[in-house]
């Protein structure tokens, strides 16, 4: 006698069972959101404005809403600022970022890199955007590089395109010699 038949037949039987034994998908419990998010968006764009004149475009690859809708945290985030003319005049990327509606002001954190339309680099941990001051600001290390010159120091204040920086400690610079105008 053949094997074959009765192998066949356990085959048949066991797929019979299995197919009977459904199971439901799983179910969450409580929220998707991450850390209690209030929303989550995914491909977000905004605009950054002081009294109707635009300052920056936003956007970042996902957006968490806390606070009663008040503070945005932000994902892989690209800025793009203006002057007040409406030319672009720098692009900042971060890992992440934070939008405070109340203040109108913005965070970058992590990676954080600004580069101006003549080509400065300007690269830190930590960054601050003040619309209503047009300025970029930091506590945080940073460096900054413009052609063959590189400045380091800890902490600055600065438009977005970077022309006019004050350092607030600990300044150091290699390369090409800084020109100090004459009065």
């Known amino acids: 006698m053949s094997r074959a038949p009765f192998l066949m037949l356990a085959v048949a039987a066991a797929t019979a069972v299995a197919c009977r034994d459904v199971q439901s998908p ?7 959101l991450p850390d209690s998010a209030e929303q989550m968006m995914f491909g977000v764009e905004f605009v950054l ?8 475009e936003v956007r970042a690859d996902t957006a ?11 994902r892989v985030v690209r800025t793009i600022f203006y002057t007040p003319g409406g030319e672009q005049n720098a692009v900042l990327t971060s890992n992440q970022g934070m939008h405070h509606l109340r203040l109108g002001s913005m ?3 992590g990676s954080v890199v600004v ?29 900054l590089t413009e052609d063959e ?8 204040v600065s438009n977005p395109e970077m022309s006019n920086m004050r350092i607030l400690r600990a300044a150091q610079v ?10």
């Open 64 to 74: 968490l809403v806390y606070d009663d809708n008040t503070r945005t945290e932000l």
């Open 115 to 143: 580069v101006s339309e003549d080509g400065r680099t300007l690269e830190t941990p930590h960054l601050k955007f003040d619309p209503s001051r047009n300025e970029i600001s930091s506590d945080s290390a940073f460096t």
């Open 149 to 156: 010159r590189v400045t380091q120091g800890i902490g600055f």
């Open 49 to 56: 404005t002081d009294q109707g004149i635009r300052r920056a």
């Open 26 to 32: 799983p179910v969450t419990e409580g929220s998707v």
């Open 107 to 109: 965070e970058a954190r």
């Open 174 to 183: 290699s390369g090409t010699p800084v020109r100090i105008p004459k009065r």
